[in-house]
């Protein structure tokens, strides 16, 4: 029983970092197809923005985490119609989005002192302005990534 729910859930897609991992759960596929089409696609994945990168532990506990709690959702059938970053998920996306950007925010010291996140000024950068499960129309959803066959 663990190794078929190991290969349903593709588990082993989970330890490398691509945006195609994100899409072994149907509801983000608006999140992928947004990322792959923005300026951030071409040089990022999903895990430089949403995965911290200060140690490599810290990395695979937090991925670890939140993908077990993307899984209770997704197996409650709990998706929200809208995706929003989760609490623990802020501060990640913001030091990322510092570390990447260094250079271009020198000068917005007195808006971090404030409180303010990036995504406050530039909302709709990575994922567009529409955030829902029906954003996109289906002719724009990429096919799921294949199952790899681990059984004969």
């Known amino acids: 029983m663990g190794l078929l729910l190991a290969h349903v859930s593709r588990v ?5 970092d691509s945006a195609d991992t994100c899409m072994n759960c149907h509801v983000m596929t608006d999140a992928y197809v947004s990322h792959r089409n923005s300026s951030h696609g ?9 995965l911290p990168h200060t140690s490599l532990i810290r990395e695979y506990a937090f991925k670890a985490h939140d993908g077990l709690r993307h899984a209770a959702v ?4 709990a998706e929200p119609q ?12 913001q030091e990322n989005c510092m570390r ?9 010291v007195s808006y971090r002192a404030g409180g303010q996140k990036c995504w406050d000024c530039h909302r709709d950068v990575v994922h567009g302005p ?23």
């Open 12 to 16: 082993s897609s989970y330890l490398v």
């Open 130 to 152: 529409v955030r829902s499960l029906s954003a996109s129309p289906d002719v724009s959803r990429p096919p799921l990534p294949p199952v790899t066959k681990i059984l004969p």
């Open 74 to 77: 997704f197996t409650l059938r």
């Open 42 to 50: 071409r040089d990022t994945t999903c895990g430089d923005c949403h």
């Open 100 to 108: 990447c950007h260094e250079d271009r925010v020198s000068e917005m």
């Open 82 to 93: 809208v995706m929003r970053l989760s609490s623990m998920g802020v501060p990640v996306v």
